[in-house]
């Protein structure tokens, strides 16, 4: 349901440069909704408005509402902006001057009853309204309270009141000015306080989250494999270019380093050299004198610590030469000086697909020591009849598998070690190459991740 309602926003894209009730009366026509109510606030200033669609339907009163807060920002002047009034909201957020979203918690509680939640209503509405702020209130027959608070300012705050005792506030103020912080840190403190009055006798708790900023220059929010968000401590946009496969993002974060994020996917971090002597085989291999094949890799760190170890020749694809360029810019504690050039006197980089090369590869009867994949975690999803990427990954092995020697090992990484579904079904795809193998794996903090990561090395079994 949620999910339809992002759709239905998206495709409000097109509506145009209209006013802002314009907008959310043809959103509110495009939602999965019942019973549609349009409730519109106007700002002062040029602050904007806010918009509440809300639904009496039993599904959606009891799952949520959908927010509307336009900022009415086209001046002539900035024409980068001009269109994008009514274009999905969700994504306007992320246009133009950042906007801050302050999380306060109250769980439930033995304060549950339709009374108890008129009672906390009115308890908090002082606090609301010794700031200015405009109040808006909307019931459902047993499914509690809604308040919208509107400040002059732009910035407004959500009260939800639901009937077995979870209290919900959200604040938002725009442009994140000292001043306001301070006013919603103020607001904040008082219903903590208040609500610790109105529940004393019950087993409530309060919890406060951090500000989540939306908007601003630098994207600092990225999900882990697991779908969970983090918060990276990013201060600077050192590198973003579109290549013609993918976006190409190095930010700089004060823990880690130089991040690698490709099309939206955190890849590595200058702290990450634990992923690649995992990917490596974690110190227990002897390169020397052999013959090693990488895939992907386009970071260079790989290639840049195989190349310490004297190996007999090492052979590099990466199809993308602006990884490449971006890295031996940026990321240069990760791959030191080798990727200043794409042959050494014991290496080489193919700026090509690694499927004909493989294939080719193949054909002509070579074979490595080492294969080491390095080009795409193990898919999220667990339905590899609907997902090319699992396409892609049983060709990759096959094709490697022909190229690797019979006592070759072949190296990757899986993914989120709690993703064991899809761990599980790479591990079952295993048993379906063109000749069997055996493996093992091994779990690895790495760093930049913030969650532990699962790595493959891959043998042909002895043949008898």
Not at 437 to 449: G, N, T
Request: net charge negative.
């Amino acid at each position: 349901m949620a999910g339809a309602a992002a759709r239905a926003l998206e495709q409000g894209a097109a509506i145009g440069e209209l006013q802002t009730g314009s907008i959310a009366s043809q959103l509110a026509h495009r939602l999965p909704m019942e019973k549609v109510q349009i409730s519109e606030r106007s700002r002062q200033g040029g602050a904007g408005c806010l918009v509440l669609i809300q639904s009496d339907s039993l599904a959606w009163s009891q799952r949520c509402f959908v927010l509307i807060f336009t900022r009415l920002f086209f001046p002539s002047q900035e024409p980068a902006f001009r269109g994008l009034v009514g274009k999905s909201v969700l994504k306007l957020c992320l246009i133009g001057l950042p906007s801050e979203c302050f999380f306060l918690t109250i769980l439930p509680s033995s304060l549950c009853s339709p009374a108890d939640g008129e009672t906390i209503l009115k308890g908090l509405q002082s606090i609301f309204q010794e700031q200015g702020m405009a109040e808006s209130v909307h019931t459902w027959q047993d499914h509690g309270y809604l308040a919208t608070y509107t400040n002059k300012n732009g910035s407004f705050a959500n009260l939800r009141i639901y009937p077995h005792g979870l209290v919900l506030l959200d604040l938002q103020s725009y442009d994140g000015d000292a001043q306001g912080k301070e006013e919603i840190d103020s607001i904040l403190n008082k219903v903590e306080e208040r609500m610790k009055e109105l529940s004393q006798d019950s087993t409530g708790r309060v919890k406060r989250l951090p500000p989540i900023v939306r908007g601003g220059a630098i994207d600092r929010y990225w999900p882990t494999a697991d779908g969970r968000l983090v918060e990276y401590d990013i201060d600077e946009v050192v590198y973003d270019e579109d290549s013609p496969y993918q976006n190409i993002k190095i930010l700089h974060s004060k823990q880690f380093g130089n991040i690698l994020i490709l099309s939206g996917d955190v890849n590595l971090a200058e702290s990450d050299l634990a992923y690649t002597r995992a990917i490596m085989g974690s110190g227990k291999e002897d390169y020397t004198g052999k013959d090693v094949l990488i895939l992907g890799g386009g970071d260079g760190g790989i290639l840049c610590e195989i190349v310490k170890l004297k190996p007999k020749m090492v052979t590099m694809v990466e199809i993308d030469q602006m990884v490449i360029d971006g890295c031996k810019k940026y990321m240069r504690k990760t791959c030191g000086d080798v990727l200043d050039n794409l042959k050494g006197d014991c290496y080489q980089v193919l700026i090509e697909d690694c499927i004909p090369v493989l294939k080719r590869y193949a054909k002509e009867g070579r074979e490595f020591d080492y294969v080491i994949n390095d080009l795409t975690a193990v898919p999220i999803s667990t339905s590899p009849e609907e997902d090319s990427t699992w396409e892609f990954l049983r060709l990759i092995l096959d094709l490697s598998m022909k190229v690797l020697k019979q006592d070759g090992k072949y190296f990757t990484q899986g993914n989120c070690v709690n993703l064991t579904e899809a761990l599980s079904l790479y591990e079952e795809q295993l048993g379906h190459l063109y000749c069997p193998v055996e493996f093992s794996k091994e779990i690895v903090c790495v760093p930049s991740y913030l969650e532990l990561w699962v790595f493959y090395t891959v043998w042909k079994k002895a043949k008898p």
